[in-house]
């Protein structure tokens, strides 16, 4: 029975410790100055990334110590037959590991560890495309329940008939942007129509936007009072003392020209919390998120020269493709990656395209580029 080892290129070559070295190296030595305490919000953040780097570090040295040993075994196996199942195992075991290893590396952009405000809107298709956005809001909540993260529904607003016209998620926890930043861009879902009386098949859209939460001890970003509109309404939803009887709810609309001259018009709303203040203080750093996200988009646009994110929530725009009739599949269109359970799919079971995203953007997954049939 041949085995073959993991790649050896899954040392240095491919994690490339130096630079996580030398960063470590840095960020102790500043820690240990006597003034790095007297500045505690920036303190409690340094010391932060230094966890993660030596975090990163230590699991690639684990993993590289464990590679080492297994290549051992493997020279044994080569005279005693009766330790190949268990070489097998470990190689096994191995490569799956450090394909972990691999897409935890790949989650190195500054915003990837990030927490992260997910925002659904409705598209084309009328009141089939309000209840398709429901359905993603209520995929993304199960993806992000089943893998340990915290999800807020920060505003909500519902479908005239059916379904939701928005929502607005904050999903807690490491990695969380780095992860649902792959899912930015419009969802396309085909299905017969519950809401048709001839049972006619439907194609509906919807949009999906990530963008990272930023501290809220963060000063690049300066809100001019004079273009900023607050509004309060009454928050929808269930029950509750306050819930359609005060205006607790609030929303932000500010008027935000960029550094290239662009204006935008930037919306925040929240309808979470019980008082007008906590919802004002939620609405506002989930407006100052979005700003650092437009400046962010200008940013790589120039630097990579590549188009905006964002599209339009119409046909030829999608990135995946939810198939419910005649057959069932879904389909990643960027790395044409398939599943055809789909139940399991609206139940958050979207990782492996996450992941096979993020490899693909990496340049670690090669697509070879076909017709998506009937998709």
């Not at 725009?317 to 599943?339: C, L, N």
Request: aromatic content about 8%.
């Amino acid at each position: 029975m041949p085995i073959c080892a993991p790649a050896s290129q899954s040392s240095a070559t491919l994690f490339d410790l130096g630079p996580k070295e030398r960063r470590i190296e840095a960020l102790e030595q500043e820690s240990g100055q006597a003034p790095f305490w007297d500045d505690p919000k920036r303190a409690q953040k340094i010391m932060q990334e230094l966890s993660r780097l030596k975090k990163e570090r230590d699991d690639f040295q684990k993993l590289r110590s464990r590679l080492d040993d297994a290549e051992e075994l493997l020279e044994f196996a080569r005279e005693d037959d009766s330790l190949v199942p268990q070489v097998a195992q470990e190689f096994s075991e191995l490569s799956n590991d450090l394909a972990s290893q691999e897409l935890a590396v790949m989650l190195n952009k500054p915003d990837d560890y990030k927490d992260s405000i997910l925002t659904i809107n409705a598209g084309q298709g009328g009141t089939e495309a309000c209840d398709w956005a429901e359905m993603l809001e209520r995929m993304y909540t199960r993806w992000a329940e089943r893998n340990g993260y915290k999800v807020r529904l920060l505003d909500e607003q519902p479908g005239e008939a059916a379904g939701i016209k928005s929502a607005t998620l904050e999903i807690d926890g490491e990695n969380a942007f780095g992860y649902l930043k792959t899912e930015n861009g419009v969802h396309r879902l085909v299905r017969i129509s519950p809401y048709d009386a001839n049972a006619r098949r439907h194609t509906s859209f919807a949009s999906v936007y990530a963008y990272p939460v930023i501290e809220e001890e963060n000063t690049e970003i300066v809100i001019n009072p004079a273009f900023l509109q607050r509004d309060t309404y009454r928050s929808g939803g269930k029950g509750g003392q306050n819930v359609n009887k005060v205006e607790t709810a609030v929303r932000l609309t500010y008027k935000y020209t960029d550094l290239e001259g662009n204006q935008h018009t930037v919306i925040a709303a929240c309808q979470e919390e019980r008082s007008q203040l906590q919802n004002g203080e939620r609405a506002m750093k989930m407006l100052k998120s979005r700003i650092a996200a437009i400046n962010r988009e200008i940013e790589e646009a120039r630097l990579a020269a590549i188009e905006g994110s964002k599209k339009k929530i119409t046909w030829g725009s999608q990135i995946r493709s939810y198939v419910f009739q005649p057959y069932t599949m879904v389909k990643d269109h960027r790395t044409k990656v398939a599943k055809t359970d789909v139940q399991a799919v609206m139940d958050g079971d979207i990782t492996e395209f996450m992941k096979s995203y993020l490899l693909f953007e990496g340049g670690k997954l090669k697509v070879t580029d076909t017709a998506d049939e009937d998709l």
